[in-house]
């Protein structure tokens, strides 16, 4: 006898609602085991993130963390010269001098109000006044990069030479492509033979149009050629490379503000981002190039690459204190992955955890 016919045979009004709950039961099980199974993948994917910024970030942490535990050990008592120690270290992390005194500061602060005796709990304030120190002011809106409706978003980038303009540059433009954005990259390095190649790369990389001319053509030509393009073709985002190097300095501002004029004769609000590339591995230098790009040109953010080469991680909190302009990105690496927003809970669990 098979199963149908046994069931048929024994099937009533009653056996029919049993079979009506298990089924029921059934299959609500299997929806909640595909639940269970779905939320673990996002879990571990996320994981994977904050694991790989770890990663990344490991030189910083152990540079900072490792160097902390060894203090702690040395000193064994919350002291003056445990106090030595921790500026000594702050500053070895490029925090700079004023952020390094700042923080002794306030964790002296700390210490009195909570009579803390034993050097281990240090870490754990030391913590907290950087999380406070990089969220004061923070604002959703102005700290990161988003683009908007508005058709051309242009962002131009500006750097001295060699800090990653061009690859950050690269990696936007497939974060854009991939978000489904029509993407021009202009290719305003006019100044360096391999430039141009350069950004014809990314862009085929990242599928995104390029306007370019030969090396040594006026850049303010190749940006008003380029934004015209992108207005005519309705493009979503335009990506603008610069020089990092001009036969003097004062050329390379002069350059940079008539490629800032140059765009505004076309979109009068533009550019929309100006953002400053700077090398996280110059430390303090960084710092200085902000200060003097910021004269020729406002900036509206910074993108800090090569975190990933550096223990010196600990600029971060030196441009917060020093400068008024946002971090918006920070790359961790050469690749197109490489290129993260900079989130600073998230940073500071990188180093932290
Ligand atoms: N490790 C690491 N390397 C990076 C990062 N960003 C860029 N680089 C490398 O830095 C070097 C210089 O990068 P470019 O993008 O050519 O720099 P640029 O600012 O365009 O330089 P110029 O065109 O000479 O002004 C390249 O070898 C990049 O691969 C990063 O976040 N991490
Ligand atoms: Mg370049």
Not at 173 to 196: N, P, Q
């Amino acid at each position: 006898m098979s199963a149908f016919s046994y069931i048929g045979e024994n099937l009533s009004v009653e056996n029919l609602n049993l079979y009506l709950v298990i089924a029921v039961v059934f299959v609500v099980c299997i929806v909640v085991i595909i639940l269970i199974i779905k939320r673990k993948k996002v879990k571990s994917k996320d994981n994977e993130q904050v694991s790989s910024l770890q990663e990344k970030l490991a030189k910083t942490k152990n540079g900072f963390l490792g160097k902390l535990a060894e203090i702690v050990r040395l000193r064994g008592k919350v002291n003056e010269d445990l106090m030595g120690d921790l500026e000594e270290m702050l500053l070895q992390a490029d925090v700079g001098v004023k952020a390094s005194i700042d923080i002794i500061e306030k964790l002296r602060e700390e210490i009195r109000l909570n009579q803390i005796k034993k050097p281990q709990e240090i870490q754990k304030y030391m913590e907290k006044i950087m999380r406070d120190l990089l969220l004061k002011d923070y604002s959703a809106e102005q700290d990161h990069l988003k683009i908007t409706d508005r058709k051309p978003f242009i962002i131009l980038f500006a750097g001295v030479n060699g800090v990653g303009k061009t690859t950050t540059i690269g990696k936007l433009a497939k974060r854009f492509t991939l978000m489904g954005k029509s993407v021009m990259l202009i290719a305003g390095d006019t100044f360096r033979a391999a430039a141009v190649e350069q950004v014809s790369i990314w862009a085929e990389r990242a599928g995104a149009s390029i306007v370019k001319q030969q090396q040594g053509a006026d850049p303010s030509s190749v940006v008003y050629d380029g934004v015209m393009s992108a207005v005519n073709k309705k493009i979503d985002v335009v990506l603008i490379d610069t020089a990092g190097r001009q036969h003097t300095k004062v050329n390379l501002m002069n350059e940079l503000s008539k490629i800032v004029r140059t765009i505004q004769k076309i979109v009068p609000d533009g550019p929309h981002e100006t953002l400053l590339v700077v090398d996280a591995t110059t430390g303090q230098n960084a710092i200085t190039q902000a200060e003097i790009f910021n004269e020729a040109t406002k900036l509206s953010g910074l993108v800090l690459t090569k975190l990933d080469g550096t223990a010196k991680g600990g600029i971060v909190i030196g441009i917060k204190h020093q400068l008024n302009i946002p971090v918006k990105l920070i790359g961790v690496g050469e690749t197109v992955a490489d290129l993260r927003d900079f989130d600073v809970n998230e940073f500071v669990d990188a180093i932290f955890e």
